[in-house]
């Protein structure tokens, strides 16, 4: 989180991710259901700021003193979704760490874009691993300033490489060498101008057919999801960055606050259209009374204008919610930024419920 431009009056913290404007970090773990996608809650979060005394070089601190450690302590946060029928831990490159493939829980399955060129134990490189074909894919490529969207075909080869225990980064109880599997997928004739999508992903799932190789890649493009939560928290919907608040401390304390709105925005964003989970996912299964009466006084007189889902499914309120936010039910469908709008208002109403039920004399029920 950078304040770069609006770090006046604030405490306690140090240097951003740029080294310079005042902020802190925020290291998430969002639950996401492989099958259908959407998000599931949040897991576990650390917030921390640098304190900028200087400390020992990298190479001689413990990879518990170091920050790298984070992702370990999120797969260990991971693990603790016992009732999941699978944990898969999806990173990006800066999760390409020795230490973390080695002391991954072992009921946990890891997939990491690859960072660096990894020696192997036959003495080759793993960029110039010999991978076997598995095929081709198409995915779709989101729309970027000067390029428009469109469908990528991608080549994909995967087989299985033993990494060798770097000279630096590991430690004495870190085996001497791992073995992962390694998808490599390269972008087939990209249109002219574009950069052709180019991934090497480590995993410890199988990839021993073209399906399974293209299930690992279909899993980690799920990354984009805590993007989109991080958007919510700040331009998309909550705005985070423009906050009064000034002390580390209660900065700290709002970003966590912040996240789990953010999460839940997202998780109602991702029921607008329907979904089979319910609203318990969101809110407490007390609440859906008062939520319910609410939701029937933003019923209109046509049939667009009703809501149709089921009553305590999370599409149900997510329907309550988009109203609450302004949409009228006809042109585009509610996004983040609605839902946000609708949820600060939905969680003042049903405050003043709450309020008002404890003043409530003993007894007696509000209808």
Same mark, same amino acid.
């Given at each position: 989180?950078?304040?770069?431009?609006?770090?006046?009056?604030?405490?306690?913290?140090?240097?951003?991710?740029?080294?310079?404007?005042?902020?802190?970090?925020?290291?998430?773990?969002?639950?996401?259901?492989?099958?259908?996608?959407?998000?599931?809650?949040?897991?576990?979060?650390?917030?921390?700021?640098?304190?900028?005394?200087?400390?020992?070089?990298?190479?001689?601190?413990?990879?518990?003193?170091?920050?790298?450690?984070?992702?370990?302590?999120?797969?260990?946060?991971?693990?603790?979704?016992?009732?999941?029928?699978?944990?898969?831990?999806?990173?990006?490159?800066?999760?390409?760490?020795?230490?973390?493939?080695?002391?991954?829980?072992?009921?946990?399955?890891?997939?990491?874009?690859?960072? #660096?060129? /990894?020696?192997?134990? +036959?003495? =080759?490189? !793993?960029?110039? &691993?010999?991978?076997?074909?598995?095929? %081709?894919? $198409?995915?779709?490529?989101?729309?970027?300033?000067?390029?428009?969207?469109? #469908?990528? /075909?991608?080549?994909? +080869?995967? =087989?299985? !490489?033993?990494? &060798?225990?770097?000279?630096?980064?590991? %430690?004495? $109880?870190?085996?001497?060498?791992?073995?992962?599997?390694?998808?490599?997928?390269?972008?087939?004739?990209?249109?002219?101008?574009?950069?052709?999508?180019?991934?090497?992903?480590?995993?410890?799932?199988?990839?021993?057919?073209?399906?399974?190789?293209?299930?690992?890649?279909?899993?980690?493009?799920?990354?984009?999801?805590?993007?989109?939560?991080?958007?919510?928290?700040?331009?998309?919907?909550?705005?985070?960055?423009?906050?009064?608040?000034?002390?580390?401390?209660?900065?700290?304390?709002?970003?966590?606050?912040?996240?789990?709105?953010?999460?839940?925005?997202?998780?109602?964003?991702?029921?607008?259209?329907?979904?089979?989970?319910?609203?318990?996912?969101?809110?407490?299964?007390?609440?859906?009374?008062?939520?319910?009466?609410?939701?029937?006084?933003?019923?209109?007189?046509?049939?667009?204008?009703?809501?149709?889902?089921?009553?305590?499914?999370?599409?149900?309120?997510?329907?309550?919610?988009?109203?609450?936010?302004?949409?009228?039910?006809?042109?585009?469908?509610?996004?983040?930024?609605?839902?946000?709008?609708?949820?600060?208002?939905?969680?003042?109403?049903?405050?003043?419920?709450?309020?008002?039920?404890?003043?409530?004399?003993?007894?007696?029920?509000?209808?």
């Amino acid at each position: 989180m950078n304040f770069s431009g609006r770090d006046r009056g604030r405490r306690g913290l140090g240097p951003a991710g740029n080294g310079k404007a005042l902020g802190f970090f925020i290291h998430p773990v969002v639950a996401v259901d492989a099958e259908d996608e959407a998000v599931l809650g949040l897991v576990d979060a650390e917030i921390w700021t640098r304190d900028g005394t200087p400390k020992a070089a990298r190479r001689q601190r413990r990879f518990e003193d170091k920050g790298s450690r984070r992702w370990l302590d999120g797969a260990a946060a991971a693990a603790r979704l016992g009732a999941a029928r699978q944990v898969i831990v999806v990173g990006d490159r800066e999760f390409d760490i020795y230490p973390v493939f080695a002391r991954r829980p072992d009921d946990v399955e890891l997939i990491t874009r690859v960072a #660096r060129n /990894r020696s192997l134990v +036959s003495g =080759d490189l !793993v960029f110039d &691993a010999p991978l076997e074909a598995r095929g %081709e894919l $198409e995915v779709a490529v989101g729309a970027k300033p000067g390029h428009k969207a469109r #469908r990528a /075909r991608l080549r994909l +080869s995967a =087989d299985p !490489v033993r990494l &060798a225990r770097p000279r630096n980064g590991a %430690e004495g $109880e870190d085996p001497d060498s791992l073995t992962l599997n390694l998808v490599e997928t390269v972008e087939i004739a990209p249109p002219k101008g574009a950069k052709a999508l180019h991934w090497r992903l480590y995993t410890t799932l199988a990839v021993d057919s073209a399906e399974a190789a293209a299930e690992v890649v279909r899993l980690y493009r799920l990354r984009w999801r805590i993007k989109e939560v991080f958007r919510v928290l700040k331009s998309a919907g909550l705005k985070l960055e423009d906050t009064q608040v000034e002390a580390a401390d209660r900065l700290f304390k709002l970003a966590a606050l912040g996240l789990g709105a953010a999460t839940r925005i997202i998780q109602l964003t991702d029921a607008r259209d329907g979904s089979p989970r319910p609203a318990t996912d969101v809110v407490d299964a007390n609440l859906i009374e008062p939520i319910a009466a609410i939701g029937k006084t933003l019923e209109g007189n046509t049939q667009r204008q009703k809501n149709h889902h089921p009553t305590g499914s999370l599409a149900w309120l997510a329907w309550i919610t988009a109203r609450l936010g302004g949409w009228n039910c006809y042109y585009k469908p509610p996004g983040p930024k609605t839902m946000a709008t609708g949820w600060k208002q939905l969680a003042a109403m049903l405050e003043g419920f709450i309020m008002a039920r404890q003043l409530m004399p003993s007894g007696n029920e509000l209808v």
